[in-house]
Nanobody
């Protein structure tokens, strides 16, 4: 499985960004896709994930602000990030896996939230 992430950038606090992650290759093996993030000096943490059947998971810190969705026809997952905060600044990594556990990772995309 190959994952191509896009959509990071610089945004002011309170603004919005949308990340995309397109999967290719052996996509039949994927049961979930989502995003982790890693801020400087911190461990990588789950942000949001969505299963093939539509079930979702979110980190408590992003609930109500971020929305994960998928376009099965395009094998693409989106992360709509609204009301961004300074603490959302991180490198965001797309992943795909089985039973919510990451098996493959995309390249990171940097999200920087400025005051």
């Amino acid at each position: 499985v190959q994952l191509q992430a896009s959509g990071g950038g610089l945004v002011q606090a309170g603004g919005s960004l949308r990340l995309s992650c397109a999967a290719s290759g052996s996509i039949f093996s994927i049961s979930a896709m989502g995003w982790y993030r890693q801020a400087p000096g911190k461990q990588r943490e789950l942000v949001a994930a969505i299963a093939n059947f539509g079930s979702t998971r979110y980190a408590d810190s992003v609930k109500g602000r971020f929305i994960i969705s998928r376009d099965n026809a395009k094998n693409t997952v989106y992360l709509q990030m609204n009301s961004l905060k300074l603490e959302d600044t991180a490198v965001y990594y797309c992943y795909s896996g089985n039973n919510w556990i990451p098996d493959y990772w995309g390249q990171g995309t940097l999200v920087t939230v400025s005051s």
